[in-house]
């Protein structure tokens, strides 16, 4: 992939191409590390060997057919106690781009894409280095199923998959940065109310009753997001309860 990102201001200008990697999360890692990284760097893969999923799981993509990439952020104007608005900006920017392409993709809490028949297209793995209240950097590594066709898990699917279409991976990560950077800038301008509605307004489950278990199964009705991510669920005797991303499973 070698396309100079002719749409954006700062995002991918400076844009790391690798042929094979453990992780562009960790290989970013490493270069906040070394200090040798300017805003907005972005690192593509065409294959990991290593890829990290959330809850540390693994993150598999066969190779040179999906979009696998981090962004390197200086968000030191965050607090830490928005550090769910930074993840809701770039669930958000991908969003927008993914229902450009298909309408009825919704995100689920709190990184996940899914097709309207809860398959997971892609998710997020979002890593901040952390000084005094504040965020130094962050790492916001991306996942996105493009043209794989078969995938050795349950419930995966791709933009192909779902289209029938195939996608130019240049093309598509293209728009994905200049939609990732639209939301990254009304963010540091202060816009954290209308990235949080935009997020709930395309929350898969928001406001219905649905199955989750919390270490026994139950039925609630997710109410929203409330400070540093936690997920506010309605349960059917009236309770409402807050969860961090360890505590709950969607049925
Ligand atoms: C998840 O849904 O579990 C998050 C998946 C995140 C995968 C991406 S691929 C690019 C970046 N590098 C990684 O090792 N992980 C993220």
Known sequence: MHKILANTIFLGKDLVNLTECHSTNSFAASMIKSGQFTEGTVIVAEVQTKGRGQR?????AAPGLNLT?????????????????????????VLEVLQNIHPKIQIKWPNDFLDVNGNKLGGMLIENTISGNLFDTSIVGIGINVN????PVENAISLAGITGKTFDLEWLLEQLLVSIEKQYLLLKNGSHQSIKDSYMDHLFRMGVWASYDDGEPFIGKILGVGPYGHLSIMKQNGKIQSYDFKQIKFI
């Open 56 to 60: 540390n799981n693994s993150w598999h």
């Open 69 to 93: 990439f981090s962004i390197i952020f200086k968000s030191n104007y965050l607090h830490v106690d928005q550090q769910f608005d930074l993840n809701m900006a770039m669930a958000f920017g």
């Open 148 to 151: 794989q066709m078969e995938f």
